[in-house]
């Protein structure tokens, strides 16, 4: 069973930029989670999509947005980059709620 | 607000004896906790878990235990291995919350052989 695919791996943005960034879930997975990893503030909960609606968003600004498409796949994206935008973003991929999330490799965002 | 706390930042540990990871939490909701294990660059890769319905959970190496009253958790790893270096995230999650983890800041471990 293949796990949770997250694409790019690296990514370098330039300041106002935007950026969209992919993760495919476990087959069978209906939920997909997004977290943003910084020094400073740890592993932090950006939003969860289950079955194409956003079900739970944690404290980001309006910049930071996602949707997920009718195959579990999911996007976020990034407008008017910052640099403290630059972190690990995190997909995790859950079957339903309140069970264990697999997380993906990870995103590396550099804004520059 | 932090609800989830790992009070201890690192902790080095001889190979072969036990290690113990604590965590704290604060909310009340929580009913579903989970231990991750994670390398630099990566993601976090899950370990065990234990819904607050029981009080301990075990696999293998790895045994998480759940003090409800105290608003507590540990994880044991019996015994250590050099290959156990790593951060761990403790995190919760409550059934009102979705799939929604809340994670403490990690704590070190160091195995020394």
């Known amino acids: 069973k293949a796990g949770v695919t997250q694409t790019p791996r690296y990514l370098i943005k330039t300041r106002g930029q935007q950026v969209t960034l992919s993760c495919s879930p476990i087959?069978?997975?209906?939920?997909v989670s997004w977290y943003q990893q910084t020094p400073g503030q740890g592993l932090q909960f950006l939003f969860e999509y289950f079955s194409e609606t956003q079900r739970n968003k944690g404290n980001f600004p309006g910049r930071f947005s996602g949707r997920q498409f009718s195959n579990s796949r999911s996007e976020m994206n990034v407008s008017t980059l910052e640099l403290g935008d630059s972190a690990l973003y995190l997909c995790a991929s859950s079957s339903t709620g309140n069970t264990e999330a697999f997380f993906g490799q990870g995103t590396r965002l550099t804004v520059v | 607000d932090q609800q989830v706390k790992q009070n201890s930042p690192s902790l080095s540990v001889q190979e072969g004896r036990i290690s113990i990871l604590n965590c704290d939490y604060t909310?009340?909701?929580?009913?579903?906790f989970l231990w991750y294990k994670k390398y630099p660059a990566e993601g976090p890769t899950f370990l065990i878990s234990?819904?607050?319905?029981?009080d301990k959970n075990e696999d293998g190496r790895f045994t998480v235990f759940l003090n409800k009253s105290a608003k507590h958790l540990s994880l044991h790893i019996v015994p250590s291995q050099p290959g156990d270096s790593a951060v761990y995230f403790c995190?919760?999650?409550?059934?009102?919350?979705?799939?929604?983890?809340?994670f403490g800041a990690g704590t070190i471990l160091r195995v020394k052989s």
């Open positions: 909310n009340s909701m929580f009913d579903y």
């Open positions: 234990i819904s607050s319905i029981k």
């Open positions: 087959s069978g997975h209906r939920s």
């Open positions: 995190a919760a999650s409550a059934r009102e919350y979705g799939n929604k983890l809340v």
